[in-house]
């Protein structure tokens, strides 16, 4: 049984579309990057498979249930967001405390350590935390909860670059050690490229992408050459972006790129490059918005 199961998955605000016709699933044991540009509809999936709204129509399946107002199903779930509100008064460590009742599968020494890692004072109104430590604290409340199910919608915002890996390298970790289905919700692609096992990408409410990332980084391809030669290898292809110097030319390609390809190419003297997780992901948006 997939972890999230969505089937034609829309919700409207009012004449507003967030989320139109979507339909994935999520699987145990993997690291999932829901990317897309601001207003894509990544937090309106993640409220609702969270059980924070109702669908406005589809199907959405929460461990085989319906997530809305199904304490059970979830009990399963940890959800980390950058805006994350904590009751007056509460210092750090009642936060962590009230994690350790939530949260079946918590990890007190773990949470612990994280806090140390991350500098974080223990009884310090949380309030009066800088922006960085408040999101570290959300950042050990979901790792140290160890849910089935984890998102972060872009807890990082206020980490600085040291504390983003140190979040980086203990998610790894953990989850080589407890594996579990982790979403991570990011604009910055680039870092989270090589933990990302499989990329959901959104644009404006629409699913435009649902690969593994390995799958995606061999089908997006720089060809770099002179520029007849690379326009000739590309006619057949779907270009997704074209740049030229000179008589050089660069041209994204969309496609599978076999060693018959990859030697046609490098005899026609063309260089051909996978580009970066981040730049499929750009390229692939434009392109969908280009041919609107
Ligand atoms: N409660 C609401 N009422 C009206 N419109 C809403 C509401 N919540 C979200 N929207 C709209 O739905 C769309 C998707 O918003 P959402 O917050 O899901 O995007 P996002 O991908 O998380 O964006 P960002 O990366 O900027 O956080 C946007 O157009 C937003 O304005």
Redesign the pocket.
């Known amino acids: 049984m997939s972890v999230v199961a969505a089937a034609g998955l829309t919700k409207r605000?009012?004449d507003?579309t967030?989320l139109d016709d979507v339909s994935f699933s999520l699987e145990e044991n993997a690291i999932y990057g829901l990317l897309?540009?601001?207003?894509?509809?990544?937090?309106?999936?993640m409220q609702l498979i969270t059980g924070q709204n109702t669908v406005t129509s589809g199907e959405l399946r929460l461990f085989g249930e319906h997530p809305f107002e199904n304490e059970q199903a979830l009990m399963r779930v940890v959800f980390i967001k950058e805006s994350q509100k904590y009751p007056s008064g509460y210092k750090v460590k009642h936060v962590l405390t009230m994690a350790g009742r939530l949260f079946p599968n918590w990890d007190e020494e773990f949470a612990q350590s994280l806090v140390d890692d991350f500098n974080l004072p223990r009884n310090r109104d949380v309030r009066k935390l800088s922006r960085g430590m408040t999101s570290a604290l959300g950042v050990t409340v979901g790792l140290a909860a160890r849910a089935e199910l984890t998102f972060f919608d872009?807890p990082y915002l206020g980490l600085d670059a040291v504390a983003r890996q140190l979040f980086y390298d203990r998610l790894l970790a953990d989850y080589a050690a407890h594996p579990r289905t982790v979403v991570l919700?990011t604009?910055l692609i680039d870092e989270v490229a090589d933990l990302i096992e499989h990329v959901l990408l959104?644009d404006k409410?629409k699913l435009l992408l649902d690969a593994p990332s390995e799958e995606l980084r061999g089908e997006v391809m720089d060809a770099t050459g002179p520029a007849a030669v690379v326009d000739e290898f590309a006619a057949s292809r779907l270009v997704l972006h074209r740049e030229q110097l000179g008589g050089t030319v660069r041209v994204t390609l969309r496609g599978s790129f076999d060693n018959a390809e990859r030697l046609k190419a490098k005899k026609l003297g063309i260089d051909l490059e996978p580009v970066s997780l981040q730049q499929a992901v750009v390229r692939l948006t434009m392109e969908r918005n280009a041919v609107r």
């Open positions: 605000f009012g507003v967030a897309g540009r601001n207003g894509a509809g990544k937090t309106t999936l872009e919700s604009h959104l409410g």
